[in-house]
Structures are given as C-alpha cells and as structure tokens.
C-alpha cells in the first residue's frame, strides 16, 4: 500500500525550517509517500527514501537507512524523509530508533524538536 502524506502546515513548516537553505521552493515541496510494503517513504519518483523496520510488537519504528541519489542531493529530500517518518510515528504513537547515521547524527542534532520520540531503555522496559 502507497499512502501520499500531504504537507499539512506543521509538516509544511517542519520541512521548511528542515530545509533552509536548500533549493526547495516554498510553493512546491516534494511529494513523500508511505510505502507500507516496503517499509519506507520515499519520493513519488521513488528515487530518494528512508527504510525502517518496526521491532517491539509494531511498537517502535527503527530508522535504518537514508538514500537519496547524488543527482537529489543538497535539495533538502533526506530531512523531509525524515520529518514524514517522525510525523508518521508521532501521529501512529511509535517512538523511533535512529539506527541511520544520517538521523541520528545530522538530522536530530539539526531538529531536536522530535528528540522526544527517540526510542530510549527506560521506555524499552515498559513496550
């Protein structure tokens, strides 16, 4: 199944801020989809996304690899991948593991706003 995540104002927003500096023009965001059967979202193109594997019974979504192609990069695609799979946690109640080097290293220092998701031991003891 393939689910078109819209850029509702908060992702919209998120994407921006994520984004400053990047060519991504306000106007005409890329479009991110949920592919649900191959665990990941992905550009429409389907040439940029973020794998991830839920562990903990459904309970808690691992990030496990980014990939955006060098003709995409610098425009922005790995961190709006990365807002949808946090706003799809968020909204769906999974806290996240950053397993991707590119999350845990880049994208959360840069966006600690979603900090509070992160999949820590001590919520481990009560999944």
């Not at 801020?17 to 949920?34: D, F, L, M, N, R």
Request: aromatic residues 8%; glycine residues 4%; charged residues 20%.
């Amino acid at each position: 199944m393939i689910m078109k995540l819209s850029f509702g104002s908060r992702l919209h927003h998120l994407a921006m801020a994520a984004t400053s500096g990047a060519k991504i023009t306000a106007t005409e965001p890329p479009k991110i989809v949920w592919n649900a059967g191959k665990h990941r979202f992905e550009t429409e193109d389907h040439e940029a996304f973020i794998d991830y594997k839920l562990r903990n019974d459904g309970k808690v979504m691992d990030l496990v690899h980014t990939y955006v192609p060098s003709s995409k990069r610098g425009l922005g695609l790995a961190s709006l991948l990365c807002i949808a799979a946090f706003e799809h946690a968020s909204s769906h109640s999974l806290s996240v593991i950053p397993s991707c080097s590119y999350v845990s290293d880049t994208f959360l220092p840069r966006n600690p706003t979603w900090k509070p998701l992160v999949h820590s031991e001590d919520l481990k003891s009560s999944i």
